[in-house]
């Protein structure tokens, strides 16, 4: 193996050639693996299970099998995250995320057994890229969804919170921008908990798909290079030491070749965001004025809305909710082609798909924050802008009508238009 002598932290470089060549080729735009510390630490735990399970069917001896292991369980813990300084975006699938890992490893090990370990004979044995990528991948987005999921929950929680705040408060409801009828404040924002508490439900639900692993389809599912065995062992070991209850693909070939649980993921995702931005923005509308328009609801003033008009306030927050909607959108459309990208039997666009799967779990999390935080906690709705507004309302019409009918009841309103009364 040459070591290529690059500066680190620690004076030792235990990353290799094909490390050292894809930071050549694709450079360290974006992403690289040493950013995403639970990547780094998944990838690790694939790489030990699969040692001790070669170890227990005899692929590789125990000493072998030990040191990785003992070099996988101090990457997993983050002592190693420099030596991973290749883009998590690159050409060729997971090759040379997959080779990094098996250099670094085989490196360290070698260093703490004193034998020489080789990256592809001892720390890749009886696997591929194609098995070992998807699984590390699968691991470290469920992982990485609690983030989103618990802002989402925390989110709905502020909305139920200001459901019961003005549980029984009036204000007049719209339709098509037009006066409708009067509904309270806690049936509005108890609504917007229950959208936000179904969309959070669809992508832990789509997450959940996760736990069914590749490892051991090895190349295009077929298991090849791996001994009887390996597999329902690798699967054993990973839950075990993940503490999760993982299970191996039903369909292998269907594993590598179909990533649409990923699409699924995404898709979820930007149906929460799309339901943040429509409650943000229906906030925002009911803010405005405060003396211009309708100025039922005070959102929390947190900085200046303008350079040359002072004591302008805007809507920021809601803004800001309803702009990371779009980009979360535009993620999701990326994992989407991404998945229909793939060919035959491999989809080797998986490292975009992480990238952007990562892009909407971080917009999420700080979105459904941000609007729970300094947006809806603080917002107060009006009295006398609600009272004002509550006489336009149209319930004594509806009710007249079914009493009366639909034609007589539009006479007598006609009539109440034209003697300049209020329509209510």
């Not at 090990?109 to 020489?116: L, R």
Request: aromatic share 4%; proline share 4%.
């Amino acid at each position: 193996m040459t070591v290529v002598q690059t500066e680190s932290s620690n004076g030792q470089v235990l990353f290799g050639r094909q490390s050292s060549l894809a930071v050549e080729n694709f450079g360290a735009a974006g992403r690289r693996i040493a950013d995403i510390p639970e990547f780094v630490r998944n990838y690790a735990l694939v790489k030990a299970s699969a040692a001790r399970s070669n170890a227990s069917l005899h692929v590789l001896e125990p000493s072998v099998a030990k040191a990785i292991d003992a070099a996988c369980a101090e990457i997993a813990s983050g002592q190693h995250n420099k030596q991973f300084p290749t883009a998590l975006v690159l050409g060729g699938g997971g090759t040379t995320t997959n080779m990094n890992f098996n250099e670094v490893i085989a490196a360290r090990a070698s260093q703490i057994s004193g034998q020489a370990i080789h990256p592809n004979d001892h720390v890749n044995a009886s696997q591929s890229t194609n098995d070992t990528y998807p699984t590390a991948m699968a691991l470290t987005i469920h992982d990485l969804s609690e983030a989103p999921l618990q802002a989402l929950t925390s989110l709905a929680q502020a909305l139920e919170d200001k459901a019961a705040e003005y549980n029984t408060t009036q204000r007049l409801g719209r339709t098509c921008l037009q006066d409708a009828v009067v509904l309270s404040v806690g049936q509005t924002h108890r609504s917007h908990a229950t959208a936000i508490r179904r969309v959070t439900e669809a992508l832990r639900a789509s997450t959940a798909q996760l736990d069914s692993i590749p490892i051991g389809a090895t190349v295009l599912g077929t298991g090849i290079g791996a001994p009887e065995g390996y597999r329902d062992l690798c699967v054993q070991e990973l839950s075990q030491t993940t503490g999760r209850h993982l299970s191996g693909s039903d369909d292998l070939v269907d594993a590598l070749s179909h990533l649409d649980p990923y699409a699924a993921i995404a898709s979820a995702g930007a149906r929460a965001a799309i339901t943040m931005a429509k409650i943000a923005a229906d906030l925002r509308f009911l803010s405005s004025g405060p003396t211009g328009g309708i100025s039922e609801v005070t959102l929390p003033a947190t900085q200046a809305g303008s350079s040359i008009m002072p004591g302008k306030i805007n809507p920021v927050i809601p803004e800001f909710v309803m702009q990371l909607s779009y980009r979360v959108r535009g993620a999701a459309h990326t994992v989407e082609c991404a998945v229909a990208a793939g060919e035959l039997e491999l989809n080797i666009m998986e490292p975009v798909i992480v990238d952007s799967i990562l892009n909407i779990f971080e917009d999420l999390a700080i979105s459904a924050d941000t609007f729970a935080r300094k947006c809806i906690a603080g917002l107060t709705w009006d009295g006398r802008r609600l009272e004002e507004n509550l006489a336009s309302g149209f319930d004594r019409w509806v009710t007249m009508a079914a009493e009366q009918g639909y034609d007589a009841t539009t006479l007598e309103v006609a009539k109440a238009r034209t003697a300049g009364t209020e329509v209510a």
